[in-house]
């Protein structure tokens, strides 16, 4: 071996002192658990609120609230790499996301009611499906699974919504009406002041209930959701 070599091998790259941080400010540091996160808004004290629709195994989600929402969230996991599948009987209201999402790749794709096929979700290529059928969401074809998760758009509560709200392992509602709060209060177990606030939310807010953890969000949309998706609005 030449000295040539010796020397290459031996080489080190700049020193420099150890990062360090004082004990007391330990508590200001965060990471964040994983990378594929979808950030769903702001909590009252400004924070990002994530969640992680990509695990490795059954995710469901349940939305009683408006299209705009369901759409933004569609939007943000189609950026995080996601294959977006958006199950719904009412493809015009989809199809300009569509087509703008994944800058002409065919990132979010739609499917009528009953129609979405196999999706071959993997780690390297995860899915979403999104279903928004109505207030009476036949049951799916296609189910959540390791690396696909599955958000179902209810506009408000019906017949289905307490066995979708209990089989459900994230519950995001917006604004609905008195008595729509109290039941949905009883099947969440949500306190007295959490479901007098339902019916008071403004646009864009959403109760996010996940078993005991609660967090209030505001979805914000950016320059670029503005201009596909317009304000954010409860109804539709």
Not at 120 to 148: I, Y
Request: charged share 20%; aromatic share 4%.
């Amino acid at each position: 071996m030449s000295a040539a070599v010796k020397i290459a091998r031996g080489l080190r790259g700049p020193r420099h002192a150890g990062h360090t941080l004082a004990v007391d400010d330990l508590g200001a540091l965060s990471l964040p658990v994983g990378d594929d996160g979808v950030v769903i808004g702001d909590d009252a004290e400004g924070r990002p609120q994530l969640v992680g629709f990509h695990r490795s195994s059954p995710y469901d989600i349940l939305l009683i609230g408006g299209l705009w929402t369901a759409q933004v969230l569609a939007l943000r996991a189609a950026g995080t790499g996601a294959r977006v599948a958006v199950e719904t009987g009412r493809a015009q209201a989809w199809t300009l996301l569509a087509q703008a999402a994944g800058a002409g790749l065919e990132c979010v794709t739609l499917h009528d009611v009953g129609r979405v096929p196999p999706m071959g979700a993997t780690v390297g290529s995860p899915v979403v499906v999104v279903r928004d059928c109505g207030m009476r969401p036949p049951r799916g074809r296609v189910v959540s699974s390791p690396w696909q998760s599955v958000m179902t758009l209810l506009p408000y509560l019906s017949p289905v919504a307490p066995r979708l709200m209990r089989d459900a392992t994230l519950v995001g509602v917006q604004r609905i009406s008195p008595q729509e709060a109290e039941q949905t209060g009883r099947i969440l177990g949500l306190s007295r002041t959490e479901t007098e606030a339902l019916p008071t939310l403004a646009d864009g807010v959403t109760l996010w209930v996940a078993g005991r953890e609660r967090h209030w969000v505001m979805t914000s949309p950016t320059d670029a959701e503005t201009g596909l998706l317009g304000v954010a609005r409860r109804m539709d």
